[in-house]
């Protein structure tokens, strides 16, 4: 099966601006998970969704916001960019067996660098 | 407020060396804990996890301890080599729901040849 895909890769944008990133899970996976990667706090769960529906969020600004689609695949947006908002952007996707634990497979990430 | 506590920053051991990776968490409800292996330019991928059932799984070179009474647990490198050279995540959620996975901030080991 073909891993957790993201796109775009990189991506350079200034302040003020939005950016929308795009995810796709491996192929059944219906839960998609975001994370934002930075040096100083590490790894920091954005929000979940699942079947469409957001169903874990963390603490961030209400500038992220994401969404997903009947395909399970996913979007993330940040709107009004902030220079701390560069950070290397994960996408996780995961199934859920009965009985068992949700592993999350990621992505190779997003970098986004705001001037 | 950071649930998982995770040290040293950063190790560099040689070739054939056993690095330690410590963790400790506060939320006494975690019962999953594993920990993520990322190379640069890659995401994390798990490499190893443990539930409070036992106090040890190995698999492979990879040896995972765990201390409920002490909310710590522990990943060993068995005869570490330089393609072990990574950030490596220690990691804590509950078992078998949706919750998210809560993160310590990682661990750059360097294995010299």
């Known amino acids: 099966k073909a891993g957790v895909t993201q796109t775009p890769r990189y991506l350079i944008k200034t302040r003020g601006q939005q950016v929308t990133l795009s995810c796709s899970p491996i192929?059944?996976?219906?839960?998609v998970s975001w994370y934002q990667q930075t040096p100083g706090q590490g790894l920091q769960f954005l929000f979940e969704?699942?079947?469409?529906?957001?169903?874990n969020k963390g603490n961030f600004p209400g500038r992220f916001s994401g969404r997903q689609f009947s395909n399970s695949r996913s979007e993330m947006n940040v709107s009004t960019l902030e220079l701390g908002d560069s950070a290397l952007y994960l996408c996780?996707?995961?199934?859920?067996?009965?009985?068992?634990?949700?592993?999350?497979?990621f992505g190779p990430g997003t970098r986004l660098l705001v001037l | 407020q950071q649930q998982v506590k995770q040290s040293p920053q950063s190790l560099i051991v040689q070739k054939g060396g056993i690095p330690i990776i410590n963790c400790a968490y506060e939320?006494?409800?975690?019962?999953?804990f594993p920990w993520y292996q990322q190379f640069p330019g890659k995401g994390p991928a798990l490499l190893i996890a443990i539930r409070p059932d036992v106090s040890e799984k190995k698999e492979g070179r990879f040896t995972i301890s765990f201390n409920k009474s002490a909310k710590q647990f522990s990943l060993h490198i068995m005869d570490s080599q330089p393609g072990d050279s990574a950030t490596y995540f220690c990691a804590a959620s509950k078992f078998g729901g949706s919750e998210k996975l809560v993160f310590g901030k990682g661990t750059k080991l360097t294995v010299n040849p």
């Open positions: 192929s059944g996976h219906r839960s």
């Open positions: 939320n006494t409800a975690f019962d999953y």
């Open positions: 996780a996707s995961s199934l859920l067996v009965a009985g068992g634990q949700e592993t999350q497979y």
């Open positions: 969704y699942f079947s469409e529906t957001q169903r």
